[in-house]
């Protein structure tokens, strides 16, 4: 296309306004399916989690990362890499406890609720971006690791900042004894 | 691009999560596909508004048409339409012969069966995004071999 430099960066919002649109979508479509908030925060973790297991391989072979040698290394990989990647942000990292295995990221700018001004009435407790913790989860029980990710803070609810909270839940060493073979 | 595979997916997931639904509470083909082609066209709207706040008035039918095919496909599915045909008096068929959500499912007659629950979604999008444009349509989608479909758009006269 002949066109400016201009036109091509608003092609490129476009297409990330298509995967918020699509999103949003599907969100008003459960929340008409489904009356009770919880059921559809479940229901978006499992198709989050059904896409995770799938981003992960196409993650994998896009970006060249290394092992990981500890928890925070991946969670940095997922803030700095992952969402720079799909989602173009970048979480802050924190630690939140002392034997390292609880993290929290933490999003200024969260591009999936971009059209999204509040919950609507009577849908308060929805967790909006609940696909965004299945997607983690997934992604990261294909490489073995299990987690408990959840909201610990959003925005749209009134929090100052959107916090998602990973815990993982099993041990790293069993994973150095696979890396020797 | 690496927001393409997200959508991909995240548009799997829908298909399949809609007929799950469907198998667990009675519902037929055509409601899930009502469905998807009712979010599609959400969608579509939205999509758009904001493709065309800085484009030219356009001049006719034909002229939004071509719009489709070659700008609104090539940002939202990296390529423009291979074909565009019609009679000139309200139908319109869009060929692609490589439409992306169908090529990473077969290169043939595969699971052609399955083929028109990916295409509701895509269906509601062309309808929608025209809808905001004036245009009140009619569209469908029939696939003879994949990844090559065709859109089918009947213009309503009001």
């Not at chain 2, 019609?86 to 499912?105: A, C, E, P, W």
């Amino acid at each position: 296309m002949s066109r400016s430099a201009p036109r091509r960066t608003e092609n490129h919002k476009i297409n990330k306004d298509l995967f918020v649109l699509t999103y949003g979508a599907l969100v008003a479509q459960l929340c008409k399916d489904y009356e009770k908030d919880e059921d559809v925060n479940k229901y978006l973790d499992k198709m989050g989690y059904g896409i995770g297991t799938r981003l992960i391989e196409d993650f994998l072979a896009r970006s060249c990362v290394r092992r990981c040698h500890s928890y925070s290394e991946i969670t940095d990989i997922i803030a700095q890499v992952a969402f720079k990647m799909y989602l173009g942000i970048t979480p802050s990292v924190a630690c939140r406890n002392s034997s390292r295995n609880e993290f929290s990221l933490i999003l200024d700018k969260n591009p999936l609720v971009e059209f999204v001004e509040e919950l609507p009435a009577g849908r308060s407790s929805l967790c909006y971006c609940n696909l965004l913790c299945g997607i983690i989860r997934g992604a990261l029980e294909m490489v073995h690791l299990t987690a408990d990710v959840t909201f610990l803070q959003d925005r749209l609810k009134g929090d100052s900042v959107t916090e998602i909270g990973i815990t993982f839940l099993k041990k790293l060493e069993e994973k150095r004894y696979r890396r020797k073979k | 691009m690496a927001d393409e595979a997200l959508f991909l997916l995240l548009h799997n997931e829908m298909v399949s999560g809609v007929y799950q639904a469907a198998e667990q509470g009675e519902g037929e083909n055509g409601r899930c596909i009502t469905k998807l082609e009712n979010m599609g066209f959400r969608v579509g709207q939205g999509l758009i508004e904001r493709f065309t706040k800085d484009t030219a008035r356009f001049k006719d039918e034909l002229d939004i048409m071509k719009f489709v095919c070659k700008d609104f496909w090539t940002t939202v599915f990296k390529k423009q339409i291979d074909n565009l045909r019609t009679n000139h008096q309200g139908i319109y068929v869009l060929q692609d012969n490589k439409f992306r959500l169908l090529t990473q499912m077969s290169a043939g007659k595969q699971y052609l069966e399955h083929a028109s629950k990916y295409l509701a979604f895509t269906c509601g999008l062309i309808r929608g995004g025209l809808s905001n444009l004036g245009i009140k349509s009619i569209v469908t989608a029939e696939v003879s071999s994949m990844p090559a479909c065709k859109f089918q758009v009947m213009i309503q006269k009001l």
